[in-house]
């Protein structure tokens, strides 16, 4: 089973990678950045396996490069909680 297959365990997994960036010193800047690339390939080459990531890949096909820093950015956010 995949980390894709189930939305709360793809969160767990990018909280888990989020900690573990922070903790090796990465700062904000560079793990937003990040954010964007991995959004960026999931939209493009990942199907998305439940109706959360295919909400989350429409919005980024739709949204201008600004928006998509948000959206991931959002994201992170989301994982922090």
């Keep these: 089973m995949s ?7 793809w969160k767990d997994f990018l909280e888990d990678r989020l900690n573990q960036a922070k903790s090796n010193g990465m700062d904000q800047d560079t793990i937003s950045n990040i954010a964007v690339e991995v959004g960026d390939y999931l939209a493009k ?15 980024w096909k739709v949204a201008t490069p600004e928006e998509q820093k948000s959206i991931a950015n959002m994201m992170v956010k989301l994982v922090q909680k």
């Design 3 to 9: 980390v894709l297959d189930n939305f709360e365990q």
């Design 45 to 59: 080459q990942v199907d998305p396996k439940n109706d959360e990531e295919r909400l989350l890949a429409e919005l």
